[in-house]
Antibody, heavy 118, light 110 residues
């Protein structure tokens, strides 16, 4: 079965760029849509955006100016870059999958905590 | 896009039924039958419980059911059990092809 695993620095300085990668195992990255979702400590889930296997993207309008999601099919990975971070970007970041025509997220990665602090 | 509106908390006794509401607009919940529900236990990733308003994935108990009326979707859990105590989130497709989540509801089993 498909498994997702987030990786990247756990600490990022204010004004810098947060970079995370999600590695897909047990299946191909092709034919699916790959999503980033975050959850600030003690708060709810927030949709960040998704990328298709072919590279088309959709971003949360409130984050769009700072977000870039990319895919590397050769490595079965997709990535998130969030620029100009502040303390408000401190959160657990999850990657998740959905299929075209299916509007639900499953499976999810276990999540990775990123703290923005100097 | 604004987050969907959920009650902050609900509670019920073992064996009882509870319902969690999720209110959006005609641009999300009301415009599409693409509402999903997720259960999240502390320190864990969310788990899909309901998709497309009322469908249960394989392996999810039939005590969980979903429905929708107008701009409001609902998750009902019948025969409450201690292990149902968790946070629950709704999510919907939107007109911009983005997705939006609810603010989350904490279920307490008394």
């Amino acid at each position: 079965q498909v498994q997702l695993q987030e990786s990247g620095p756990g600490l990022v300085k204010p004004s810098e760029t947060l970079s995370l990668t999600c590695t897909v195992s047990g299946g191909s990255i092709g034919s699916y849509y790959w999503t980033w979702i975050r959850q600030p400590p003690g708060k709810g889930l927030e949709y960040i955006g998704y990328i298709s296997y072919s590279g088309s993207t959709n971003y949360n309008p409130s984050l769009k100016s700072r977000v870039t999601i990319s895919v590397d099919t050769s490595k079965n990975q997709f990535s998130l870059k969030l620029s100009s971070v502040t303390a408000a970007d401190t959160a657990v970041y999850y990657c998740a999958r959905f299929a075209w025509g299916q509007n639900w997220f499953d499976p999810w990665g276990q999540g990775t905590l990123v703290t923005v602090s100097s | 896009q604004s987050a969907l509106t959920q009650p902050a908390s609900v509670s019920g006794s073992p064996g009882q039924s509870i319902t969690i509401s999720c209110t959006g607009t005609s641009s999300d919940v009301g415009g599409y039958n693409f509402v999903s529900w997720y259960q999240q236990h502390p320190g864990k990733a969310p788990k899909l419980m309901i998709y497309d308003v009322s469908n249960r994935p394989s392996g999810v108990s039939n005590r969980f059911s979903g429905s929708k009326s107008g701009n409001t979707a609902s998750l009902t859990i019948s025969g409450l059990q201690a292990e149902d105590e968790a946070d629950y989130y709704c999510s919907s497709y939107t007109t911009s092809s983005a997705r939006v989540f609810g603010g989350g509801t904490t279920l307490t089993v008394l």
